[in-house]
């Protein structure tokens, strides 16, 4: 098999190379004056398993839109299979119509990889589980999950642990996570949201006094759910609470609200290629979920289980 990384996130790209002890495939990937890119891969990769790593985070479209060439490039060079590898999948949370005349983007973006000329796609945390359904090829979901569980019970086994959902839409991933750690407690926050971008915590469902409190969500953009749902777990007698997020999104002024917030600490993961921004954070942490993804890209590889990962 082969390994091509795009430019938005190489750090990861490399991680993932050196895990399975292969070199990333030669490529360059460039842009022309008026910011049109451009995609010449430099190795022979006629008949080959061909893995394409990039994280459509910002620049959301010009990280697509490199995506899509180089899926093209490969189907024109005669790869055998072509597999989009998307740790952190971009306008995932426009998978529904929240009003009349609104697009469905989630699902025009799974149009276009297929289009492109992709055989199958694997992603980590789909914001929705049905976005698998949205591609008409073969689509793996990987979870983080194991990751931060090992991380928690490693920092936090001291700890009266509570796991905790920022949101009823969030219930079952709190709920996978609680049952790796030992079935701990479970309570969510009741959040009602006036307008997008902005969030009010009116209630918390369950018993938090006294108890260690773990947020756990697939995506932080702005931070404010978490802000505003880690000061209501503190006013509501937690001990101490800790914010465990796949994707660090990350816009606009979240690491500033992060750090002056009631949170000890967010940790995040390296799905997205921002190392920079949170290298400059006071209390945001990074997971590396390189080992997950070189290890699910092996087993498609060998056609062996994906899905045994997580038993």
Known sequence: MKLMAGNSNLPLAQAIA????IPLTQANVRRFA??????????????????????TAYPANDNLMELLIMIDALRRASAKRITAVLPYFG??????KPGPRTPISAKLVANLITTAGANRVLSVDLHAGQIQGFFDIPT?????????????????????????????GGVVR????????????LAIVDK????????????????????????IDDIVDSAGTL????????????????????????????????????????????SIGNHAIVGEAQRIRHLTIAPL???AIRRIADESSVSSLFD
């Not at 050196?18 to 002890?21: H, Q, T, W």
């Not at 709190?174 to 407690?185: F, G, S, V």
Request: charged share 30%; proline share 2%; aromatic share 6%.
């Open 174 to 185: 709190a709920r996978a996570l609680a049952k790796r750690l030992e079935n701990a407690p």
């Open 18 to 21: 050196s895990y399975l002890e």
């Open 140 to 168: 793996d979901n990987l979870f983080a999950a194991p990751v931060m569980s090992e991380d928690i019970k490693a920092r936090f086994s001291d700890k009266n642990l509570m796991v905790v959902s920022p949101d009823v």
């Open 227 to 270: 802000c505003n749902a880690a000061a209501a777990l503190k006013a509501a007698g937690a001990e101490g609470v800790v914010a465990y997020c796949t994707h660090g999104v990350l816009s606009g002024g979240a690491v500033a609200r992060v750090d002056g917030s009631e949170l000890s600490e967010l940790v995040i993961t390296d």
């Open 91 to 96: 306008y995932a949370r426009q998978d529904r």
């Open 293 to 295: 993804i070189a290890e």
């Open 192 to 215: 009602r949201r006036e307008k997008a971008g902005e969030s009010e915590v009116m209630n918390i469902i369950g018993d938090v006094e006294g108890r260690f409190c773990i947020l």
């Open 34 to 55: 008026d910011e049109e890119i451009f995609v010449e891969i430099l190795e022979n990769v006629r008949g080959e398993d061909v893995f394409v790593l990039q994280s």
